[in-house]
């Protein structure tokens, strides 16, 4: 598998910021990566992909960038809320597409 | 659609007991995977399946078996559980859908110790 690191176990911020999490991956560029939500005892729900020739990905409040230069992708929730507190995993494929490997997730706590 | 079904939610086993995880997708997917997930590790694959009757390993395929005699399900077999297999396990499924790229649909997962 190819390896993918999210940088940062728990973030913890006010509502109304922004989050900002981090997934760097090793290795070749992938054709693109995607983005997971998971709350506490449920299975991963997809957010969004984005591929490789694709700087930026927005959908609603969620901004994801591809930067195949630094080998990372940005996950951005911004007007955060504490509805939006949960993990989120980046993942990327390897070897065939349907095929991918998880980051661990970055746990994201939004204070009211 | 139910989507993606597993069973049981919850379970525990004795060292060197056998069993078997459920899962069903009612997506017409090709594509099944399992998985587990451990703390701070991350969901790894375990087995996948391209159609019924295909099959293939993962990153951590030892100890377990799967087959795919349907397209619906995939079943995954722990032949002689042990302490280590202790964990989370979710199935998924996927097409190429319209983007061209393997979105997963998870279950909502079995929850496994092994004592």
């Known amino acids: 598998s190819q390896k993918i690191e999210q940088n940062s176990e728990a973030l913890n911020i006010q509502e109304g910021k922004t989050a900002t999490l981090t997934c760097n991956y090793t290795?070749?560029?992938?054709?693109?990566l995607q983005w997971y939500r998971q709350d506490p005892g449920r299975g991963p729900v997809f957010l969004l992909l984005?591929?490789?020739?694709?700087k930026e990905k927005r959908k609603e409040r969620l901004k994801v960038t591809f930067d195949t230069t630094l080998k990372q992708s940005l996950f951005h929730i911004t007007a955060s809320q504490p509805a939006d507190s949960a993990t989120y995993l980046c993942a990327r494929p390897w070897g065939n597409d349907y095929k991918l490997s998880f980051g661990a997730g970055t746990t994201v706590t939004v204070r009211a | 659609n139910a989507g993606v079904t597993q069973t049981p939610k919850f379970q525990v086993l004795k060292t060197g007991q056998s069993m078997t995880l459920q899962c069903a997708q009612d997506?017409?997917?090709?594509?099944m995977s399992w998985y587990r997930q451990d703390p701070g590790m991350g969901l790894r694959l375990i087995h996948y399946s391209v159609g019924a009757g295909i099959t293939d390993q993962g990153e951590v395929p030892n100890g377990y078996n799967v087959s795919r005699s349907t397209t619906e399900d995939f079943p995954l077999r722990l032949l002689s559980a042990a302490p280590s297999q202790t964990s989370v396990y979710f199935c998924?499924?996927?097409?190429?859908?319209?983007?061209?790229?393997?979105?997963?649909?998870f279950g909502p997962g079995t929850r496994l110790t092994v004592t």
């Open positions: 984005i591929r490789e020739n694709e």
């Open positions: 997506m017409n997917h090709e594509y």
């Open positions: 998924a499924s996927s097409s190429p859908g319209t983007s061209g790229a393997y979105e997963q649909y």
């Open positions: 290795n070749y560029s992938p054709a693109y």
